[in-house]
């Protein structure tokens, strides 16, 4: 069965403290590996696509990279705007045509204190 | 560019009423998806729809119905609700289906 398992479920940091999300994925066959981040009260918000392993993606203080088995979101000095909730999710490829379809974990929540 | 708009934004039913979440979007996306998320369970995918006139099962289906109205709109319909509705649904789309989904701000859908 497709799985994604995010950890820690919650993460507080101090600002500037680098840390980094972890994302362990079981998936027949991985046609890409998608981050999100969602704000209180808001819809999740797009930040990387991943598609084979060894890749990595960045954007500001954000890091993404990608192994066989799962993928990190490194935070380097993050800020308190940082403070999110930040979900994994990935599309499996499927005999009978790409659906779309996302398997989603339940996120890490991530809070960035001054 | 609105991107993917939601409405309403809150509703509170009682349990066997009925009533239909409308989503569109304004991006020329293709594919377009109803999820529900609840704590400590996720994103969970009810019904998609990878192009205009077709609709298939997500992962929880039941005590749901949808309808691709054409390219722009896609609508989720609860028939009788019940308590276990109670969560925020969210629409998103993407330009077709092995891209990155853009979502919705949600609808907060309370049954009691």
């Known amino acids: 069965e497709d799985q994604v398992t995010q950890s820690p479920e919650a993460l507080r940091l101090q600002e500037g403290e680098s840390s980094s999300l972890n994302c362990s994925y079981t998936v027949s066959g991985l046609r890409g590996l998608f981050w999100y981040r969602q704000d209180p009260g808001k819809g999740p918000e797009f930040l990387f696509t991943?598609?084979?392993a060894g890749e990595e993606k960045e954007k500001e203080r954000l890091k993404a990279t990608l192994t066989k088995k799962e993928s990190f979101l490194h935070i380097t000095a993050p800020k308190p705007e940082d403070s999110a909730t930040y979900l994994c999710a990935v599309q499996a490829t499927t005999g009978s045509g790409n659906t779309g379809k996302l398997i989603f974990g339940q996120g890490t929540t991530l809070q960035v204190k001054p | 560019n609105a991107g993917v708009t939601q409405t309403p934004k809150f509703q509170v039913l009682k349990t066997g009423q009925s009533m239909t979440l409308q989503c569109a979007q304004d991006?020329?996306?293709?594919?377009m998806y109803w999820y529900r998320q609840d704590p400590g369970m996720g994103l969970r995918l009810i019904y998609y729809?990878?192009?205009?006139?077709?609709?298939d099962k997500g992962e929880v289906p039941n005590g749901y119905n949808v309808s691709r109205l054409n390219k722009r709109e896609f609508s989720l319909r609860l028939e009788s609700a019940a308590p276990s509705q109670t969560s925020v649904y969210f629409c998103a789309s993407n330009l077709a289906s092995s891209y990155e989904q853009y979502f919705g701000p949600g609808t907060r859908l309370t049954v009691t």
């Open positions: 991006m020329n996306h293709n594919s």
């Open positions: 991943l598609y084979s």
């Open positions: 729809s990878a192009s205009e006139g077709t609709t």
